[in-house]
């Protein structure tokens, strides 16, 4: 019977995906086989009992293992499943990681690039996200350190003599605590007041959330709950605001307070007087709390329809009168709110005009007090130490007698002269008129002297030299004493001539 009994492939052949091979059917055996049969894995192949030699086309890397049976007159030999060495490109490529690992945040992970291939790999490329890592080495496996929920995912490339093969993105699995935790509700549910709604508490975490804490308010109203949702019934717009806190084996992460967006009218509307503008007065309908939002605005004067008037604020037109009763109404989808009346006057911006002028005329008043009363301060302070300095002046002229006149020009009374001189002054004041005192003109005193023993009268001339003075250093007090002076010299003569 046939022996050593094989499937012969083309010797020096590459047998690349889709192209076609011939197998043959080899034995020994005596005498020579007269039938062949062919199997294809386990599955026999019709065809004619001569044929010893078959074409497989479309050779792919999934081809199965060919066999044949050599069959002659003394028995059959069986050839062993052969496998046609197709060469393809890497194929199934995958990023791996390690297997029964938790990747926690900041721990370090190895990615390793596996596929199948004919030849295996001699060459990988590394991508994170979709920026290619600039390796040294083109290896296999690289270490990705210090991961986190952020962390980008991975992808590989493998490369042999017959092409290349490209993994999809591999994210990194990294466990943490819930994070953007939030509290939602369905958008396609209308909220009215006095209805019910469904808070969803949701997050990012890895692994999920196994434990959920509702809050309103400040205050706990579920505690460790394994439900996700939350109803709320006969809800308003006075209804407090809600929070969760989601759990698992990670930490905890919790969501910040959301309010009920319940529809509500306008609430809260009053008129309200803004400064005036230069050419014009402003009047603001304001109000308090609106969901949804205000639309826009009905302004009234003495109860009836400004028409054109829809916006937030009025503006009063000073040309115009302005005066009367005026109030808004806010508008919104919910419902709509009027203020009440407020009574506007056109004193109110003169009054307010007028004011600004009578503060404005105080302060300039007030200034110009101020500045006179100081003006004063100086000049009284400038005439008392003028005047002082006068008062030292005239004692000064006191002690000298001499000083504001010139000597007495005498002619044959010397000794009379000198009685005069060292005579006592009186203290008589009398002053005279700046009229009567002369600042240029010598005074000439004549009183009677005995000459040669006879009685005829002669005169001797005395010759009074005044200097000039200004009218408020004159001395008063020098000139009467002069007058006193000249009094005694007539008097002494007189008693020279008895």
């Not at 509307?269 to 050419?279: C, D």
């Not at 000039?468 to 001539?497: D, Y």
């Amino acid at each position: 019977a046939p022996k050593d009994v094989t499937v012969n492939l083309p010797k020096n052949e590459e047998f690349l995906e889709g192209s076609d091979v011939t197998l043959t059917c080899s034995c020994r055996s005596n005498p020579p086989p007269h039938t062949y049969e062919w199997y294809r894995g386990n599955n026999k192949i019709n065809l004619r009992p001569e044929v010893q030699r078959i074409v497989v086309r479309n050779l792919n890397k999934d081809t199965e293992p060919y066999s044949c049976v050599a069959i002659n007159t003394v028995g059959r030999g069986e050839s062993p499943p052969t496998p046609i060495p197709v060469k393809y490109a890497p194929k199934d490529v995958t990023v791996s990681l390690p297997k029964n690992e938790k990747f926690l945040e900041g721990s370090d992970v190895i990615l390793t690039c596996s596929s199948r291939s004919n030849p295996p790999p001699h060459r990988y490329e590394w991508y994170r996200g979709n920026s290619k890592i600039n390796l040294r080495l083109e290896v296999q496996s690289i270490k990705v350190q210090n991961v986190n929920k952020d962390t980008h995912p991975y992808s590989c490339v493998a490369i042999n003599t017959v092409g290349r093969g490209e993994s999809p993105l591999t994210p990194i699995p990294v466990q943490y605590a819930p994070k953007d935790v939030m509290v939602s509700f369905s958008k396609n549910e209308e909220l009215l007041e006095g209805s019910d709604v469904i808070l969803t508490c949701s997050s990012r975490s890895n692994p999920p959330p196994h434990r959920y804490e509702w809050y309103r308010g400040n205050s706990k109203i579920k505690l460790n709950s394994q439900e996700q949702n939350l109803r709320v019934q006969n809800i308003s717009k006075d209804t407090e605001r809600f929070s969760c806190v989601a759990i698992n084996i990670r930490g905890r992460g919790e969501s910040p307070l959301i309010e009920m967006p319940v529809p509500y009218a306008v609430t809260g509307v009053q008129v309200v007087v803004l400064h005036p503008t230069e050419g014009a007065t402003e009047l603001k309908c304001n109000f308090v709390r609106s969901n949804p939002s205000v639309t826009h605005y009905t302004w009234m004067k003495d109860g009836k329809i400004l028409l054109n008037k829809t916006e937030q604020i009025l503006v009063l037109d000073n040309s115009e009168d302005k005066s009367g009763m005026y109030s808004c109404i806010a508008h919104s989808t919910a419902g709509s709110s009027t203020s009440a009346e407020l009574e506007f006057k056109d004193s109110y911006t003169n009054e307010d005009s007028t004011g600004n002028w009578k503060y404005s005329f105080i302060l300039i008043l007030i200034l110009g007090i101020l500045a006179g009363v100081l003006f004063l301060i100086v000049i009284v302070h400038f005439v008392t130490r003028t005047k002082a300095s006068q008062t030292s002046s005239r004692s000064e002229n006191s002690q000298q007698p001499d000083a504001p006149y010139t000597d007495l020009v005498k002619t044959e009374v010397s000794s009379d002269y000198d009685t005069i001189k060292n005579a006592t002054r009186r203290t008589t004041s009398t002053e005279l008129s700046p009229g009567q005192r002369s600042t240029h003109t010598p005074q000439h005193v004549a009183f009677p002297t005995p000459a040669n023993g006879d009685n005829d009268t002669h005169r001797h001339n005395v010759e009074l030299h005044a200097t000039h003075h200004s009218p408020f250093n004159l001395p008063l007090k020098e000139e009467s004493c002069l007058q006193i002076i000249i009094m005694k010299i007539l008097k002494e003569n007189n008693k020279g001539n008895s």
